[in-house]
């Protein structure tokens, strides 16, 4: 069965700092990884993808993704954390049983202080 | 360019009765998927349709179901709804021309059930 994993409830850094947010993915054959960001009472905004190609993903706000096929990991980075980075963050894959349905991790609380 | 939006915003129910929730597609796209987000849980795939058919259905019972219109806006329905049906849903539209299928997702209708 095709899984994401975000082993951390909550990830804290202080402004300025550099930002990890992890993920790990189980899927057959070539993986279609996505970081959305879901900010209070708001629905999920799209941060970056990887379908083939460079490793590094850049995307939007700063964020970046680095693929690792070998660690089947998809962290989320980003070299300087903002307060205003702090949100819910979700990786997901494609379903390939599903359409083009999408498989959330069940989320990792960023929090930044200034 | 007008994006996902969905109603209501809030709404409560009591346990046994029957709700509809709404989405308009984001202009150009005709495919729309629906996900529940329970309190502090990813979003789970309810199902996907694509030009009015059915593409697509996580593991929902069939209480839960939904209709698309020729202008590619949706409906989910819910009958003899349950305490643990209370939840954000999320609807995503995408379309068949970007190949990798991004999905855009709307605000969400918060459903509380007593």
């Known amino acids: 069965a095709q899984s994401v994993a975000q082993p951390e409830d909550q990830v804290n850094v202080a402004e300025g700092n550099p930002l990890t947010v992890k993920c790990t993915y189980s899927v057959s054959g070539n993986p279609y990884l996505f970081w959305y960001v879901q900010y209070p009472n708001r629905g999920l905004q799209f941060l970056l993808k990887?379908?083939?190609?460079?490793?590094l993903v850049k995307g939007s706000y700063g964020f970046e993704a680095e693929f690792n096929k070998s660690q089947t990991s998809f962290h989320l980075k980003k070299p300087s954390a903002l307060v205003s980075d702090s949100a819910l963050y979700f990786c997901a894959v494609r379903d390939r049983q599903a359409g083009t349905a999408l498989i959330f991790g069940k989320g990792t609380t960023l929090s930044v202080s200034s | 360019e007008t994006g996902v939006t969905q109603s209501p915003t809030h709404l409560i129910k009591t346990r046994g009765q029957q709700v509809t929730l709404r989405c308009s597609s984001q202009s150009g796209h005709n495919t729309v998927s629906w996900y529940q987000q329970a309190l502090g849980q990813g979003p789970q795939f309810i199902f996907q349709?694509?030009?009015?058919?059915?593409?697509g259905r996580g593991n929902f019972p069939p209480r839960f179901s939904g209709l698309q219109f020729p202008n590619y806006s949706s409906e989910l329905n819910v009958n003899a709804l349950e305490l643990d049906d209370s939840a954000l849903y999320l609807c995503?539209?995408?379309?068949?021309?970007?190949?990798?299928?991004?999905?855009?997702f709307g605000p969400g209708t918060r459903l509380t059930v007593l």
């Open positions: 995503a539209s995408s379309s068949e021309r970007d190949s990798y299928n991004e999905q855009f």
């Open positions: 990887y379908i083939t190609g460079d490793n």
């Open positions: 349709y694509y030009r009015e058919e059915e593409n």
